[in-house]
């Protein structure tokens, strides 16, 4: 299989229809600075921010603290709209949502809102699209149309808090508590706007949404130079790594920036984050049917892990159009599951959320034309 050419430059400027700037792109200081840009003083940011990120308010006539006359003018100019929903598809009796967004643009990404019995996640996108070409995944066929602004990004979790917030979902109102970067995109080859993003999450009231880094994930296919950005970074979220065999030889062909990073140099820098954040990482492995669900590959992964801090998550493959691979058998999956427990490392078999609304790993492809527009 020939490696696809694949682009590692850190937030290339593909974007080209600008992206109206909004304060989630902003740090809190710049926030101000931004607002004085406007002839505004600078504490209209502040004022702006706690109903955006503490009131999740999306009507600027309630900004009781705002003059009337210029509510709407400094709503336009500090928190543009974004995205704009164009459907919701639901299963699991509503406890599984799938958004889906236009940007202004007219490109369209989607995310997720998964409520258990104890928490909310969402699942969001980080790029329209991926460039990293997994073969299994259906947002990666497509290719990568363009990265997000954090302000586009920003956008789906604020949506999401507000959702809950509301009580949306069955079983009334609740707080969002977790996010994970598991929709379209590679988090990591669009390092500056998802940094600003984790940042507006875990900063607190009013900077931010006051979400512990903790119950943020961050999901890469290995791209080491953006781990060892994010080791410096000094913030625990939790990183998952899609690892999806133990093997080079075949993670060249699941995961093709394997030809760039290999597992040894991709666990290594997971272990640094490790090291340095104190924190467990996570190792994504979708059991593809007769590919990499031997038992063979389940002992080797069990020896590349077992002195390490890691916890294996693995995701019965989840069916992509135009794919000839399918899930692992039961069996198979429970032989899998014993040989990683024989070598102590803590393992656990996702479950397939959304599966029946394209909205599980690796289905969000966002294609639908819009028939109404
Ligand atoms: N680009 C990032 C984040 C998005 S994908 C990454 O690859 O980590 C989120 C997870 O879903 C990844 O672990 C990915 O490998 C997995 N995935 C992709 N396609 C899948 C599929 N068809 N079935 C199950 N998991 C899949």
């Avoid at 875990?202 to 080491?224: F, K």
């Avoid at 093997?247 to 666990?267: C, F, G, H, M, Q």
């Avoid at 992964?301 to 691979?325: C, D, E, Q």
């Avoid at 479950?351 to 819009?370: H, M, N, S």
Wanted: include cysteine.
């Amino acid at each position: 299989m020939s490696i696809p050419e694949i682009k590692l430059i850190f937030d290339e400027p593909i974007q080209r229809k600008k992206v109206p700037k909004h304060l989630a792109d902003y740090s809190p200081s710049e926030r101000r600075e931004v607002a004085k840009s406007f002839g505004l003083p600078a504490f209209r940011a502040t004022q702006v921010a706690t109903h955006y990120f503490s009131h999740l308010s999306d009507d600027p006539q309630t900004w009781s603290d705002i003059p009337a006359d210029v509510r709407q003018s400094i709503a336009d100019q500090l928190t543009p709209k974004l995205i704009e929903l164009v459907r919701s598809v639901t299963c699991d009796d509503g406890m599984t949502r799938k958004d889906l967004w236009k940007l202004h643009d007219g490109v369209l990404v989607e995310s997720v809102l998964m409520r258990y019995s104890d928490r909310v996640t969402v699942c969001i996108s980080s790029q329209a699209g991926c460039g990293m070409n997994c073969p299994f995944c259906a947002t990666g066929q497509a290719g990568l149309t363009r990265n997000l602004s954090a302000g586009e990004i920003t956008e789906q979790i604020v949506a999401a808090a507000r959702a809950c917030a509301r009580g949306e979902l069955p079983g009334g109102p609740i707080r969002l508590s977790n996010i994970v970067f598991m929709g379209m995109g590679e988090p990591l080859a669009n390092y500056n706007a998802v940094m600003r993003t984790v940042r507006n999450i875990t900063d607190p009231s009013p900077d931010g949404l006051g979400i512990s880094a903790r119950s943020v994930t961050v999901s890469t296919v290995g791209l080491v130079n953006g781990i060892e950005k994010l080791t410096e970074e000094g913030i625990a979220v939790t990183l998952a790594v899609s690892l999806h065999t133990p093997d080079d030889e075949l993670r060249e062909t699941l995961v093709p920036i394997n030809s760039r990073w290999n597992i040894k140099e991709v666990l290594s820098a997971a272990d640094a984050y490790e090291k340095r954040t104190g924190r467990r990482y996570s190792i994504e492995y979708a059991l593809i049917r007769d590919i990499n669900d031997q038992s063979w590959r389940a002992d080797l992964l069990g020896r590349l892990l077992k002195n390490r801090n890691a916890h294996v998550n693995l995701i019965p493959l989840n069916p992509t159009p135009g794919s000839k691979w399918t899930a692992s058998r039961r069996e198979d999956e429970a032989e899998f599951v014993r040989i990683l427990e024989g070598y102590g490392v803590p393992v656990t078999v996702r479950d397939t959320r959304g599966r029946e609304i394209d909205g599980a790993c690796g289905q969000l492809a966002a294609a639908e034309k819009i028939s109404a527009d």
